[in-house]
């Protein structure tokens, strides 16, 4: 295949002004203007930026500063938000140590990571196969589809506003007939993540419209519609969506998705008070957990948290502790900040519960920090924010 090789050191500690740099020149490259283009069109909006000054830059030899950095932002289409998670990933991730020369190769090797687990470092393969530059039909397919993976493994972090802005590239390339319905599934479900949940339907009955009879993919359509309508609040929706799961997910073998939507159905449930609802999906998590354990070892947190909130339904605090601290446990061991952040908020709820003041803190100390390299919107993701913003967190704790 024709690419161009990738070489990288992961262990070289690249400093920010080279980052940005490199982000700065690869949008510039996207959009297909040269230094004397970007030079007018800034000085068209009344920042000029001298020619040799950009290509400094770009370099990394010189700090473009803030007002300087808005401008060829503005010109290049892309948020200082999204900047700093493309940044960041490249931080999380790392790079490519060995010399990559093919596209496939990249792209078994991300995939081989990401069964395995390794998760930053298939993120690390999918972006040096982002940044090549497909020469025909076959390396044009690899390369969505390496984006869908990335969309997949950002979100899995966390970085919803990376993963959204990845999944609006590709709608836009537009994608290939045979991923168009993956990545409107996609867009709608990190829209819905990020809030948005009326652009999440509406993005999945386009989806709809597209996916194939008897497509995997069709199932996995009500899961996301139940999502939107649990952040949109409309119960009865929610509701009735999810009976259709619940029943769909007796005869389908595919826990990695069922697994978790029941999990959170768990926690939408607790939330209308509603323990009877609770249990019933409490019960479906632990009939896919006793089938397809070795299969959802990354989800082995979401286990013990949905026992723990059973636990705290029986008034049994203590036992609920116990499952939150196990809980916390797994999420470390698979290091998402996502998962931890919500252990660290159901071990603060808990130790309240159980008047320990101190230990509450601590906990809501930990989830505090953890919430804010995060973007997915959640009620416990929204309360922390709230409290973020506050002035003095022993008053938030305590009167919690």
Known sequence: MNARRVKSDNTEKRAPLASVGRFLRKQRQAMGYSLRQVERLAEEQGAPIPFATLSRIEKGKVDPGVGRLRVLLDVYGVSPRVMGEILELERLAGSVTEDVTDLEELFDRAKACAERGETRRALAYLRALMEMHPSSHSERRLRQCA???????????????????????????????????????????????????????????????VVQPGDSLVPHIDIARSRAYI????????????????????????????????????????????GEAA???????????????????????????????????????????????????????????????FCHHALWKVSLALGDKESADIELRSALRYVRTVDSKYPEFDELRKIGEMDGLGRASLSA
């Open 147 to 209: 984006l869908i993976g990335m969309v997949n493994l950002s979100c899995t972090l966390g970085k919803e506003v990376l993963a959204k802005e990845v999944v609006d590239r590709l709608l836009l390339e537009p994608p290939l007939e045979e991923y168009r319905a993956i990545v409107l599934w996609w867009a709608a479900l990190v829209h819905t993540d990020l809030g948005a949940a009326d652009v999440g339907l509406g993005l999945l009955a386009r989806c709809e419209e």
């Open 231 to 274: 952040v949109l609040e409309e119960v009865d929706k929610a509701r009735a969506v999810a009976k259709r799961v619940l029943e769909k997910s007796l005869e389908a073998e595919e826990p990695y998705i069922y697994f978790p939507f029941f999990g959170a159905l768990v926690d939408f449930e607790m939330r209308h008070q509603c």
């Open 279 to 341: 249990g019933r999906y409490y019960e479906e998590m632990e009939r896919i957990f006793e089938l397809h354990a070795d299969d959802i070892q990354r989800l082995v947190w979401r286990w013990h948290r949905a026992r723990g909130l059973m636990a705290t339904l029986r008034g049994d605090h203590r036992g609920a502790l116990r499952e939150f601290q196990l809980a916390l446990a797994h999420a470390i061991e698979i290091d998402s900040s996502f998962a931890r952040v």
